[in-house]
């Protein structure tokens, strides 16, 4: 459903004469590299924003850079969706950065909520995980909007932007049914409703506010789950329901044999973030800096809130506050709840780190060049002089950034002048043997790996792709994996005609996979969704059967009379194995 910028680069592509100059490929692996050359001019100019200084934007783009292998994949996997969707979610952040300063003129701030909408717009767009993304934002904003750190009617009108950009979205995907019960729209609209039920939200003293804080939680949540249960009911809505059973068999609520929600949990990117992850961020200094400025800015937060909530009149606490206040403005504060609440995410779940580190970078430089947080610590160990702050400000970003230099530099350069080199013999092979022996109206089954390749080589019809958001997709791409499982050819023979499938591609690598433990192999998933023993050495669940069948993708190449009256080889190499399917009557 996310190929709306393909369909855009293949019309822009043959409207700009650069056909003869340049080959598709080329035109798309560029663009891609270009839209990361403004997702990092957008995390300088959030640091630049925040900070006031063109040399925390600087720090920003020499920490992203060398810390590439945490903060980006486009190295080494180009078409993510993801990497198309990040640079517009970094142009929205310096937006609401911007768009959170104070005094700004009535036509800044409609320009810059225009800018807010088209990025949340096209980032929505572009990414299957858009709506968790910014659910997220929406609770940073709520929680600030809480403690009275951002201005309430621009919070509104975020919240507004966030539900229009997804329903817009939901309209171009032909009216996709996650977007709708997705629980961003049913949360944004629950504290739409709750602010205009509860006015006096923020007038009293520190006890009445925080009553009426607790009741005002109680009351969206409540108002979310409601929201969100009708509208699924009403629309018959199961699109989401294999992501809340990975939460919740992540999160240790109970086991699951729910074959997409195992799928999920056994692999890597979704498990916790490794250790060593921190060691990398360590060496360029970034890690040790985001953690000094983020316990600067947590302190200065939590002070600052429990002044909002108590409305204090004493002068001596007043005036701590006047040197607190100035390190948390409104911009830095919504900075500050993203980061922390994006740095859960990242924890919980590795293939989320890439939105944390990379705001990591901004958060950090912006600390090291930022005056109010030199200025509060100075004065926190008795040391501060306004020319003392100003030249700690700028020398020890500059000191930063020629350690930066001096230590990765020449291996940047070395792998620069690097030349390398896609070499996959078997799978070029397989590519070369479809184009050239099948006709173009043929139907492949797989994997929904090779199959997305079969796709972009060949041409061909596929029985299912890597859209994994619809529950329907993923119940036909589970029925086409019993080529894996313990299943009867006459079984698999139904299953892919049924699909009308001309031809079936099997894989020795997951056949045969090692990669995984046992439990976690793709073959084991499907042997416990189908009640069925695993193989291999280890403890079973004592309601696993052991299966009539022996494996569909190892017993299909002994060529017995069961399967060859159904299955012919067509094609083999030393990975894959190509199946052709006899036309019965």
């Given at each position: 459903?996310?190929?709306?910028?393909?369909?855009f680069?293949?019309?822009?592509?043959?409207?700009?004469?650069?056909?003869q100059?340049l080959?598709?490929?080329?035109?798309y692996?560029?663009?891609l590299?270009g839209?990361?050359a403004v997702y990092?001019?957008?995390?300088y100019v959030t640091?630049?924003?925040?900070s006031?200084?063109w040399?925390?934007?600087l720090?920003?783009?020499c920490w992203?850079?060398?810390?590439?292998?945490?903060?980006?994949?486009?190295?080494?996997?180009?078409?993510?969706r993801e990497n198309w969707a990040l640079?517009?979610?970094?142009?929205?952040?310096?937006?609401?950065?911007?768009?959170l300063r104070?005094h700004?003129?009535?036509?800044?701030e409609r320009?810059?909520?225009?800018?807010?909408?088209?990025?949340?717009f096209?980032?929505?767009?572009t990414?299957?995980f858009n709506?968790?993304?910014?659910?997220?934002?929406?609770?940073?904003?709520?929680?600030?909007?809480c403690?009275d750190?951002?201005?309430?009617?621009?919070?509104?009108w975020?919240?507004?932007?966030?539900i229009?950009?997804?329903l817009?979205v939901?309209?171009l995907?032909f009216f996709n049914s996650?977007?709708?019960g997705s629980l961003?729209i049913?949360?944004?609209?629950?504290?739409?409703?709750?602010?205009?039920?509860q006015?006096?939200?923020k007038k009293?003293?520190?006890l009445?506010?925080?009553?009426k804080?607790i009741?005002h939680v109680l009351l969206?949540?409540?108002l979310?789950l409601?929201?969100?249960?009708?509208?699924?009911?009403?629309?018959?809505?199961?699109?989401?329901?294999?992501?809340?059973k990975f939460?919740?068999?992540?999160?240790?609520f109970g086991?699951?044999?729910?074959f997409d929600a195992?799928?999920?949990?056994c692999?890597?990117?979704f498990?916790l973030l490794?250790l060593?992850t921190?060691s990398?961020?360590?060496?360029?200094?970034?890690?040790?800096?985001y953690?000094?400025?983020?316990?600067?800015?947590?302190?200065a937060?939590v002070?600052v809130a429990f002044w909002?909530?108590?409305g204090?009149?004493?002068?001596?606490f007043m005036e701590?506050?006047?040197?607190?206040t100035?390190?948390?403005?409104?911009?830095a504060?919504?900075?500050l709840i993203?980061?922390i609440l994006?740095?859960?995410l990242a924890l919980?779940?590795m293939?989320?780190k890439y939105?944390?580190?990379?705001h990591?970078c901004?958060?950090?430089s912006f600390?090291?060049?930022s005056?109010e947080v030199?200025?509060l610590?100075l004065?926190?160990?008795?040391?501060?002089?306004?020319?003392r702050t100003?030249?700690?400000?700028?020398s020890?970003?500059i000191?930063?950034?020629l350690y930066?230099?001096?230590?990765?530099?020449?291996g940047i350069?070395?792998?620069?002048?690097?030349?390398?080199e896609?070499?996959?013999p078997?799978t070029?092979?397989?590519?070369?043997?479809?184009?050239?022996?099948?006709?173009?109206t043929?139907?492949?089954?797989?994997s929904?790996?090779?199959?997305?390749?079969?796709?972009?080589c060949t041409?061909?019809t596929?029985?299912?792709?890597p859209?994994?958001e619809d529950?329907n997709l993923?119940e036909r791409?589970?029925q086409i994996?019993q080529i894996y499982?313990?299943?009867s050819p006459?079984?698999?023979?139904r299953?892919l005609q049924?699909?009308?499938t001309d031809?079936v591609?099997l894989?020795d690598?997951i056949?045969?996979?090692?990669?995984h433990?046992?439990?976690c192999r793709?073959?084991?998933?499907l042997d416990?969704?189908?009640g069925?023993?695993?193989?291999?050495?280890?403890e079973?669940?004592?309601?696993l059967?052991p299966s009539?069948?022996p494996?569909?993708?190892?017993e299909?190449k002994k060529?017995?009379?069961?399967y060859?009256i159904?299955?012919?080889?067509?094609f083999q190499?030393?990975?894959?194995?190509v199946y052709?399917?006899?036309?019965?009557?």
């Open positions: 459903m996310n190929v709306y910028q393909e369909v680069l293949s019309i822009l592509y043959r409207i700009l004469p650069i056909q100059y080959e598709p490929v080329y035109f692996i560029y663009t590299f839209l990361q990092v001019i957008a995390l640091s630049w924003l925040l006031g200084t040399l925390s934007g720090l920003t783009a992203y850079i060398t810390n590439r292998i945490d903060t980006t994949r486009v190295e080494f996997t180009i078409p993510l640079p517009f979610f970094a142009v929205q952040i310096a937006a609401i950065t911007y768009l104070t700004l003129q009535p036509v800044q320009l810059t909520f225009l800018a807010v909408f088209i990025a949340t096209l980032f929505s767009l990414w299957q709506q968790f993304m910014m659910l997220i934002q929406a609770l940073a904003l709520f929680i600030l909007d403690f750190m951002l201005p309430t009617a621009k919070v509104m975020l919240y507004i932007i966030q229009c950009g997804l817009l939901c309209v995907q996650m977007i709708l961003l049913s949360f944004n609209a629950s504290v739409l409703i709750a602010r205009t039920i006015k006096n939200l009293g003293g520190l009445s506010r925080l009553g804080l009741l969206v949540l409540c979310t409601l929201i969100n249960k009708f509208i699924k009911k009403i629309l018959n809505l199961e699109s989401d329901e294999h992501i809340f939460l919740k068999a992540k999160f240790g086991a699951t044999r729910d195992n799928l999920y949990l692999e890597e990117a498990g490794p060593n921190f990398r961020l360590s060496d360029t200094l970034l890690f040790y800096v953690i000094f400025v983020l316990f600067s800015m947590t302190v937060a002070i909002n909530l108590s204090s009149n004493q002068v001596q701590k506050m006047e040197e607190c100035v390190t948390l403005k409104p911009d504060a919504y900075n993203h980061t994006f740095g859960c919980s779940t293939r989320m939105l944390w580190t990379s990591m901004v958060f950090a600390g090291l060049c005056t030199w200025k610590t004065k926190c160990i008795h040391l501060y002089t306004s020319q100003r030249v700690i400000k700028y020890v970003p000191m930063t950034l930066i230099s001096y230590k990765f530099w020449p350069m070395d792998e620069l002048s690097e030349l390398r896609f070499y996959d078997d070029v092979e397989l590519m070369n043997w479809i184009k050239s022996n099948t006709p173009n043929a139907v492949f089954a797989g929904m790996q090779l199959l997305a390749g079969v796709k972009l041409g061909r596929l029985t299912n792709h859209h994994y529950k993923r791409t589970k994996y499982a313990k299943r006459e079984d698999v023979y299953i049924s699909f009308g031809y591609i894989e690598s056949c045969y996979e090692r990669r433990s046992r439990g793709l073959r084991d998933l416990i969704a189908n069925h023993i695993m193989d291999g050495l280890g079973n669940e004592p309601d059967k009539l069948y494996r569909f993708c190892e299909i060529n017995l009379p069961s060859t159904h299955f012919t080889r067509v190499n030393k990975t894959f194995h052709k399917l006899a036309k019965h009557k």
